[in-house]
């Protein structure tokens, strides 16, 4: 079988399986882009109602208001602190910003003010949550090439953390990021790093309709080696053994509420090092 790369545009992909989504019970057929390196799933079919319907756990943490920064968010600033990169004084758009935890991670830490910051959400829930955290600038739209040219204003900075995965159309939605970023800006992302560690047990969230892409640091090399200005990894911390828990109790017993009884066995292996320390997620940094 050779699909159509949503992100080239070649017919060169090689099918790996097909796999059944526990939302709805729907079936995709899983490639990988044997020109690009993009791995991806198809039917193409962006369905927000498995957000506001709040299908996974995370929808419900991001509709109730987050008061801890995601750990791709503060490796992404620390990635950003490496590279003296400041953001005070630039204009930011965050592209799927859900509740909004970011505008405060980045007030923390680089003191940025609420004129200089505007976000493009779907979700009705997060952008009321998105509001008190005092976010003025929000535009309630799909992001996509209508949109930016559209769009008057320019940016400094144009962030998406855990955003790209989602998207049913990376070409068209990474040439919009660039129409409206300024000369010399900078595309902040984080992603699922594709080859994490148990990556099988957890992929009850990393399928669609909730993920349709995968990325690998070669993905970026290869195909944005005149943009990439940084790229770096967030690695296994003992909050992903949590995370892991959580999946894995979700797989074996369909309730996330168990994961307790799966957590005892990652955070052995991790303390006796038996866990090797392969990125979690990847931190990109592109300019224009």
């Not at 005149?226 to 309730?255: C, D, P």
Request: glycine residues 4%.
């Amino acid at each position: 079988m050779n699909q159509l790369c949503p992100f080239c545009n070649k017919k060169n992909s090689k099918f790996i399986r097909s796999v059944v989504s526990p939302y709805k019970g729907k079936k995709y057929d899983h490639y990988l882009c044997n020109n690009c390196n993009l791995e991806f799933f198809t039917p193409l079919k962006f369905e927000i109602e498995v957000y506001e319907e709040e299908f996974y756990d995370a929808y419900k943490e991001f509709h109730g208001k987050r008061e801890y920064f995601p750990s791709w968010s503060l490796d992404l600033v620390k990635l950003l602190k490496k590279n003296k990169i400041d953001l005070n004084s630039k204009n930011i758009l965050e592209i799927g910003s859900g509740d909004g935890i970011n505008f405060e991670l980045f007030k923390k830490e680089f003191k940025i003010n609420k004129e200089q910051y505007s976000v493009v959400e779907l979700d009705k829930k997060s952008i009321e949550v998105c509001k008190k955290r005092g976010i003025k600038n929000i535009f309630p739209k799909i992001f996509d090439n209508k949109f930016a040219s559209n769009h008057k204003k320019k940016y400094d900075i144009i962030l998406f953390t855990e955003v790209l995965e989602h998207q049913i159309n990376p070409k068209d939605f990474l040439d919009s990021v660039f129409y409206l970023l300024k000369k010399n800006g900078l595309v902040l992302i984080t992603v699922p790093n594709k080859n994490r560690l148990f990556k099988s047990i957890r992929e009850a969230t990393d399928i669609p309709p909730h993920h349709f892409l995968r990325f690998d640091k070669l993905f970026f090399k290869k195909n944005f080696k005149k943009n990439l200005y940084a790229i770096g990894e967030h690695n296994l911390k003992l909050s992903h053994l949590v995370i892991l828990s959580k999946s894995a109790s979700v797989r074996f017993t369909r309730k996330s509420i168990l994961w307790p009884l799966f957590l005892p066995i990652p955070i052995l292996f991790y303390l006796f090092g038996l866990i090797p320390n392969r990125g979690e997620g990847l931190t990109i940094i592109l300019t224009k």
